[in-house]
């Protein structure tokens, strides 16, 4: 009778001719099968690659064409209270002058005294609301004339004037804002032709000069 060793395993038959090695299962791939797999997923990530390339660009030409029409629309906006604020100055200033002979028709009515009574509040309102939308009366005696802002109906000589100067407002000037609804119509007076201006010592001299001589 065989007594069996303890600890050993009885191996399994081989067949005649194969090592070992040849009975166990290969279950690792191989190198060959895995480089199909390999560049598959390559193309594919190139191609994402080239997709998200695409919606980027895209993405920045609409981004561009949004600041445009952005812009655009601020300088539309810009241009639109622009000219609404021109046709709105058009519109008052064009009022105003419609109002400018009532309001000469007042001023000589206040020269003469005949501003009295209900015309008299009616003519104040009246000019009270020219200057709040903006009407300025201009034009004072003495003032050197100046051919933007006045107009001379009226020319003559006068020997204490050194420039041309206004002499009298035959009627005043109008503007709104830097527009000059009405040049202020002035006479004027100029230096007599020849004349020279005094220098100091000269009214002394002549004081001393024009005395009675002694005999």
Same mark, same amino acid.
């Given at each position: 009778?065989?007594?069996?060793?303890?600890?050993? /395993?009885?191996?399994?038959?081989?067949?005649?001719?194969?090592?070992? @090695? @040849?009975?166990?299962?290969?279950?690792?791939?191989?190198?060959?099968?895995?480089?199909?797999?390999?560049?598959?997923?390559?193309?594919?990530?190139? $191609?994402?690659?080239?997709?998200?390339?695409?919606?980027?660009?895209?993405?920045?030409?609409?981004?561009?064409?949004?600041?445009?029409?952005?812009?655009?629309?601020?300088?539309?906006?810009?241009?639109?209270? +622009?000219?609404?604020?021109?046709?709105?100055?058009?519109?008052?200033?064009?009022?105003?002058?419609?109002?400018?002979?009532?309001? @000469? @028709?007042?001023? +000589?009515?206040?020269?003469?005294?005949?501003?009295?009574?209900?015309?008299?509040?009616?003519?104040?309102?009246? *000019?009270?609301?020219?200057?709040?939308?903006?009407?300025?009366?201009?034009?004072? *005696?003495?003032?050197?004339? /100046?051919?933007?802002?006045?107009?001379?109906?009226?020319?003559?000589?006068?020997? /204490?004037?050194?420039?041309?100067?206004? #002499?009298?407002?035959?009627?005043?000037?109008?503007?709104?804002?830097?527009?000059?609804? +009405?040049?202020? +119509? #002035?006479?004027?007076?100029?230096?007599?032709?020849?004349?020279?201006?005094?220098?100091? $010592?000269?009214?002394? /001299?002549?004081?001393?000069?024009?005395?009675? *001589?002694?005999?």
């Amino acid at each position: 009778m065989t007594e069996e060793t303890p600890g050993f /395993d009885e191996k399994p038959d081989v067949p005649s001719g194969a090592t070992p @090695d @040849d009975a166990e299962p290969k279950d690792a791939p191989s190198s060959e099968g895995a480089s199909p797999a390999g560049d598959a997923a390559a193309a594919q990530v190139a $191609g994402l690659t080239a997709q998200l390339d695409q919606v980027r660009t895209a993405l920045g030409e609409r981004t561009a064409d949004l600041q445009r029409l952005q812009a655009e629309y601020q300088n539309y906006r810009r241009r639109v209270e +622009r000219d609404r604020v021109v046709v709105k100055e058009i519109a008052i200033a064009s009022l105003l002058t419609e109002l400018l002979p009532v309001l @000469d @028709d007042i001023g +000589r009515a206040r020269e003469h005294g005949e501003l009295v009574g209900g015309f008299k509040s009616v003519a104040e309102s009246l *000019e009270t609301v020219a200057a709040k939308m903006g009407l300025q009366q201009f034009g004072k *005696e003495g003032e050197p004339f /100046d051919p933007t802002i006045h107009e001379a109906l009226m020319h003559s000589y006068a020997p /204490d004037v050194t420039e041309t100067t206004c #002499v009298a407002i035959l009627q005043p000037g109008y503007r709104f804002g830097e527009r000059n609804l +009405r040049p202020a +119509r #002035v006479a004027v007076a100029e230096p007599q032709p020849g004349a020279q201006a005094p220098e100091p $010592g000269d009214a002394a /001299d002549g004081k001393e000069s024009g005395g009675p *001589e002694e005999g």
